[in-house]
């Protein structure tokens, strides 16, 4: 190696330690080493879409992201030092949630929205089917009363958010831990305890007529990148809660990419042709937090509340028909539509 050549590799090891920068970890099998428990908190208040007026700027202005600080300051400091509701009003219990279960970033991203591709930043266009889909999934919270089990979204009954909402911040439970063995990853994400035991390589999936509420994924290493491609899906969840759907012919690509010792970049590309007009990609970081574990996600405290919702239901009833009145029946809530046949 002649010494111009050797001042330019030293110059640029010299760049990457003061950055510090350390080659990926691997396993003792040989692969990327991903293992360990992250949370997506940091992302907290970033939109899954990117405002309109925003355009395709990726990041927040120094102002702009002034202002994401301070409102997370502000929350930082209700949450320390709680006053009666009434003082916040609805905000001080998001959801009913108490505030201590409630989490904050960290570090604000300075993401302008989740979504990173098309370069504007949002949904793209639905085919004439996903519009359709769309509309039958909206949400009808809040509309009357629930007639049955079915009236309530697939969270409500503690059955799964799919994959790409199990990964998406919400406001608590935002853990992701990955686990690796010689031909294996293993991610379980903290919210509803979902857990993907994914095999590496060539493994065909399973057979179509087979589907799933996480559907069957099958990854391979891209250099330092953990590629991973779920088919069979149900066709009963979605990404996000704002109404992005998916068929059962959709195929998710998710890609793992670790950038430091404590940050793991997270893609997820959503191929639809049923219900997209084109493909589309959400990003966003799994950072490392001291001292976060994941615990077990005991959904409506011993699932209590589903059935505590119907009986208060039936209970209105009653009320109405002793006074003659009558509360409209709840528009169902097809984000848990039915599978063929019935449930």
């Given at each position: 190696m002649n010494n111009g050549l050797v001042a330019v590799v030293g110059g640029a090891l010299a760049v990457w330690a003061t950055l510090g920068w350390t080659a990926t970890k691997r396993t003792a099998w040989g692969d990327p080493d991903l293992r360990g428990t992250y949370t997506t908190d940091n992302s907290i208040g970033v939109p899954l879409q990117r405002?309109?007026?925003?355009?395709?700027?990726?990041t927040l202005t120094d102002d702009e992201y002034a202002a994401r600080v301070s409102a997370n300051d502000v929350q930082v400091a209700k949450d320390k030092n709680p006053l009666p509701e009434s003082e916040f009003g609805e905000d001080s219990a998001a959801n009913n949630a108490p505030r201590h279960w409630l989490e904050r970033p960290a570090k604000p991203s300075r993401a302008t929205s989740l979504i990173v591709d098309p370069p504007n930043g949002r949904v793209p266009a639905l085919t004439p089917e996903g519009?359709?889909?769309?509309?039958?999934?909206?949400?009808?919270?809040?509309?009357?009363?629930?007639?049955?089990y079915t009236d309530f979204s697939n969270y409500d009954r503690c059955i799964s958010r799919g994959i790409a909402a199990s990964i998406l911040p919400a406001i608590y439970g935002n853990g992701t831990k990955i686990e690796q063995a010689p031909g294996y990853v293993v991610i379980q994400n903290e919210m509803i305890h979902e857990t993907r035991v994914i095999p590496l390589g060539a493994r065909p999936h399973i057979g179509a007529g087979v589907r799933e509420w996480m559907g069957d994924s099958r990854g391979h290493f891209e250099g330092d990148t953990l590629v991973i491609e779920t088919t069979n899906l149900n066709g009963r969840t979605g990404v996000g809660g704002f109404g992005a759907v998916q068929s059962p012919d959709a195929k998710l690509i998710e890609r793992l990419t670790r950038v430091d010792a404590s940050t793991i970049?997270?893609?997820?590309?959503?191929?639809?042709p049923t219900i997209y007009t084109r493909r589309w990609t959400l990003a966003l970081d799994l950072d490392t937090k001291p001292g976060y574990e994941i615990y077990e996600y005991?959904?409506?405290?011993?699932?209590?509340?589903?059935?505590?919702?119907?009986?208060?239901?039936?209970?209105q009833e009653r009320a109405d028909a002793a006074q003659g009145t009558q509360t409209p029946p709840v528009q169902r809530r097809p984000s848990a539509p039915a599978a063929p046949g019935g449930e």
């Open positions: 405002p309109e007026q925003i355009g395709t700027r990726a519009e359709k889909l769309a509309a039958a999934r909206r949400p009808q919270r809040g509309r009357g009363l629930p007639a049955s970049r997270y893609e997820l590309t959503v191929d639809d005991a959904c409506h405290e011993g699932n209590y509340g589903l059935a505590n919702m119907l009986s208060a239901a039936r209970a």
